[in-house]
């Protein structure tokens, strides 16, 4: 299993710090290889290689440049971060980011050898239009992208479950990752209100290979003990 902590705009350095040092040696006393990752505010970015991966939540495609309030290739070499989420719908719908630009930060990150965490994901209004709507919605959010991507994990994180509480019925998220399988070999992510309580049940789903966390992510216990659901489930 994949497991991902997405801090968004939460937490300070130290706070990260702190964070770090549970998530890290709960992950070594307990002998957990799962791959976590967490991303944090680039203000917490640290030099660190240990058991948990760091990624960014963003990065503008370019090497350096005249790019005012953006962090580059450069910035994350500095830290030796090589994960990036890219396409999240916060991304998307709060700073509008649009799909010829996130096909374009794919391309450059891709080509420089970056692990890529993609996100997609539908409105409200799409799912209740109906299936054909909601996957031409989806195959939409792929132009530009390459589905082959070796290093390539893709998250499904309905815009309406995210932060909200509110989570797909386990057949609407089997039928989505089942849809998304037949367009990609990478691993599939489940994102959107997962917590301790319905991580087991999301994580066992067929397709499932793993979860992006938000809010209940914040809590390094809770995150711990998502990880420790995760182990358990492949001990089955
Ligand atoms: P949430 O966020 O867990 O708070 O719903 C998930 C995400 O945005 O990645």
């Not at 968004?8 to 710090?17: D, G, H, I, Y």
């Not at 006393?29 to 640290?46: K, Q, R, Y």
């Not at 539908?122 to 792929?142: C, K, S, T, V, W």
């Not at 070999?185 to 966390?213: C, F, T, W």
Request: proline share 3%; hydrophobic share 45%.
């Amino acid at each position: 299993m994949i497991l991902c902590a997405n801090f968004k705009a939460n937490k300070t350095r130290q706070e990260t710090q702190a964070y770090m040092a549970v998530v890290e040696s709960f992950v070594s006393a307990n002998e957990i290889d799962e791959a976590v990752i967490v991303f944090p505010p680039f203000t917490a970015l640290e030099h660190i290689s240990r058991n948990v991966l760091i990624g960014v939540q963003n990065a503008y495609p370019a090497q350096n440049g005249a790019y005012t309030g953006e962090i580059t290739l450069e910035q994350l070499e500095e830290f030796g971060i090589k994960t990036i989420l890219i396409g999240h719908s916060e991304r998307r719908h709060v700073l509008g980011e649009m799909q010829e630009q996130i096909a374009a930060k794919f391309r450059f990150f891709a080509e420089k050898g970056f692990a890529i965490i993609y996100c997609v994901g539908e409105p409200i209004e799409i799912r209740e239009q109906g299936n054909e709507a909601l996957m031409h919605y989806i195959d939409a959010q792929f132009e530009g992208i390459d589905v082959n991507y070796a290093d390539l994990i893709v998250a499904y994180e309905p815009v309406w479950a995210i932060g909200t509480g509110l989570t797909p019925t386990t057949d609407q998220i089997v039928d989505m990752h089942t849809a998304l399988r037949s367009k990609t070999h990478a691993p599939l992510l489940y994102g959107g209100s997962v917590k301790v309580d319905n991580a087991r049940s999301i994580m066992e789903l067929q397709n499932v290979d793993g979860v992006l966390v938000g809010s209940a992510s914040l809590s390094a216990n809770d995150f711990c003990e998502m990880i420790a659901l995760a182990a358990e489930l492949k001990q089955q």
